[in-house]
Structures are given as structure tokens and as C-alpha cells.
């Protein structure tokens, strides 16, 4: 059976910043299998790890790197994420479309790496422009007909929040050839149920636990 997953959301965000090398490392040291991480394009085109719409008052897309480092806010930038591509999986968050061309010039080259976003027009542009490179849709909520909506998209990964992941919805969608780890489940009671349920593995903010608990289950899908 293959190894259930522990992915680290944002790395280790409980032992250092999020999206920060600092807590990609601690995921890794962890015996974490991969980090999910969250990318956005400054206007100078600078792609930097960062979450959220904003910083202060301003949308981050709007600002340049020289901009966000004057309102004393750090930001890892996409390209030190680099040497962790040969650790282990990395799922790319694409909080936003309209760079592909960009993104893919960055990280095109790296091994390991599964592009995801909740923009679904995102990933059918990636996969038509880079077939040999793996793409996930990341979701909310409960999707009309899902495996084969994500199956036409190219998708070979789907990231669903994990409240609404059954054992039912696991087997459609790897009957249609999808590997499913659901995000962000934090509890070993949710963990052993996605796990029951035959998911791939998890997206959590405790690697550090989860690999723990991962470690004490009967090795049947480890």
C-alpha cells in the first residue's frame, strides 16, 4: 500500500512563521513528506510565498518587493523554496491566475512539485501549457459530478477540505485516477477517519503530531 501522506500546511506553522523557510525546515526535520505553500506575483513580478489579499490596507498584488519590505513586512520569496523540491512534494497554491507564464519559468524545472488553486481556470491553463507537470484542484465544499469535472480539467491531485470527505467520495475519485489528501484536518480522530476512508494523506498545520501519530498506526497503508 502507499505511504499515507503528512503534508505540512505552510510548513510548521505552530513551530515557526508561516509560508517562512524556518517552518518549511521544522515540517522537513519533522518527517514531514511535503509542504503546501501559498504563492502570489508582486507588480514587479517578484512571486513571493504570502496568503492573504492583503498587507495593511494594500492588496499585496499591487505592491513591489521594495514596497512590502518599506511596510516591514518579510516575505520568502518563490525561488528560495527551491532546494526543498528535492525533500519531498510540494504543493504550489496559486492564490491567483494571470501568471502563469511566470510561475512556470520559476519552478518549470523543479521535481516534485504539484501545482494546486482554488482558480480551476488556472489549472486547465497550466496542464495546456505543461502536460508532464502534475496539478491539483483545491475546493470547498461538495462538487457536482467531481472526478469527472476534475478528470477533464487534467487534474491528477484534488485537495478537498477535509470536513467534507467520505469514503464514498475518496473511491469515485480515485476510480477516476486522483490521488486525494484532503486540508486541514488537525486531529488525530480526523486523521484516522480520512485515513479509514482511504485518502492519500493529509494537509495539516501539525506535521510534527501527525507524523507521530502516523507513526503508532499498523502499517497496513503507511
Known sequence: MQRFLVIGHRGSPLHAPENTIRSFEAAFQAGADGIETDLRLLSDRVAVLYHDDDIGEHEIETLTSKSVAELGVTVERLRHLAPFARRGTLVLEVKRSKWEEVLLEEVGAWPGIIIASFDHELIAD???????????????????????YARRLGATWVFPA????????????????MRVVPWTPNRPDDWARLREAGCDGVITDLPYEAVQWRTAQPSDRL
Open 126 to 148: 497550466i496542464r495546456r501549457r505543461r502536460p508532464d507537470i502534475e496539478v491539483g484542484l483545491t475546493t470547498f465544499g461538495r462538487l457536482v459530478d467531481f472526478p469527472s
Open 162 to 177: 477535509y470536513r467534507y470527505v467520505d469514503a464514498d467520495l475518496v473511491a469515485e475519485l480515485h476510480d477516476a485516477g
